[in-house]
């Protein structure tokens, strides 16, 4: 099973990206999917989730909360995450994952299972 992120790179400050997560094998629609970051020397953080099936229930950590919005395309097999008012201390590696649990939660975002490669966000002047 393989998550395939796409859609970092450059961008400036107060400037908008959007990420992909596809997958080839599982239908994310059955999963719970959760967005993380990492930048070297800390901890990965967890960004946001969205509840598996049509609820769109998500969750954002306060760091991102108001910029960042994460949604899902069914037929596309592809989980987003829309970053808006992008600041410097956003950039990080980005991770999509499965999260075990069945709805999206604080408590969700500590269970990731199949983790993407990641995709670097840089936001520079």
């Known amino acids: 099973v393989q998550l395939v992120e796409s859609g970092g790179g450059l961008v400036q400050p107060g400037g908008s990206l959007t990420l992909s997560c596809a997958a080839s094998?599982?239908?994310?629609?059955?999963?719970?999917m959760g967005w993380f970051r990492q930048v070297p020397g800390r901890e990965r953080e967890g960004v946001s989730c969205?509840?598996?099936?049509?609820?769109?229930?998500?969750l954002y950590s306060d760091s991102v909360k108001g910029r960042f919005a994460m949604s899902r395309d069914h037929v596309k097999n592809t989980v987003y995450l829309q970053m808006n008012a992008l600041k410097p201390e956003d950039t990080a590696v980005y991770y999509c994952a499965t999260l075990t649990p069945w709805d999206c939660s604080e408590y969700a975002l500590t269970q990731p299972d199949i983790w993407g490669q990641g995709t670097q966000v840089i936001v520079s002047a």
């Open positions: 094998e599982i239908a994310l629609n059955g999963y719970t």
């Open positions: 969205i509840s598996s099936g049509d609820s769109g229930a998500s």
